[in-house]
C-alpha cells in the first residue's frame, strides 16, 4: 500500500522558517520522483518543487531560493525547508508521486504578518 505522510507544518512570523517531511512507504523510494505542491484556500494547486530518483531537482519560480528539497533514500523520507517565508505562502502542502499523482494527507502552513 503506497503511502506519503507530510508533516511539520505549523504557524510562524513571516521571514521564519519550517522544516517539512514526508514518511513514504510502500515502494521503493529512489525509484521514483517525489515532489511537494501546495494548496491555498480558494487558489489551485501549485507544484513547488521535485526531485528525481537520481537527484534531478526542479523548483517553481515562486519558491525558487526560499525553499530547499531533499530527500534521504535510507529513510524512504522527502523534506523541504523553507525560509523566508511569506503570508503568501500560507496553504496546506502535501508531498506527491509525480507518476501516478499519488500523495498523502498534507499538512497546514499559516504565515502571519
Known amino acids: 500500500d503506497v503511502q506519503l505522510q507530510a508533516s511539520g507544518g505549523g504557524l510562524v512570523q513571516a521571514g521564519g522558517s519550517l522544516r517539512l517531511s514526508c514518511a513514504v512507504s510502500g515502494f521503493t523510494f529512489d525509484d521514483y520522483a517525489i515532489g511537494w505542491f501546495r494548496q491555498a484556500p480558494g487558489k489551485g494547486r501549485e507544484g513547488l518543487s521535485c526531485v528525481s530518483g537520481i537527484g534531478d531537482i526542479y523548483y517553481a519560480d515562486s519558491v525558487s531560493g526560499r525553499f530547499t528539497i531533499s530527500r534521504d533514500n535510507a529513510k524512504n523520507t522527502l523534506y523541504l525547508q523553507m525560509n523566508s517565508l511569506k503570508p503568501e505562502d500560507t496553504a496546506v502542502y502535501f508531498c506527491?508521486?509525480?507518476?501516478?499523482?499519488?500523495r498523502g494527507q498534507g499538512t497546514q502552513v499559516t504565515v502571519s504578518s
Open positions: 506527491e508521486r509525480p507518476f501516478d499523482d499519488k
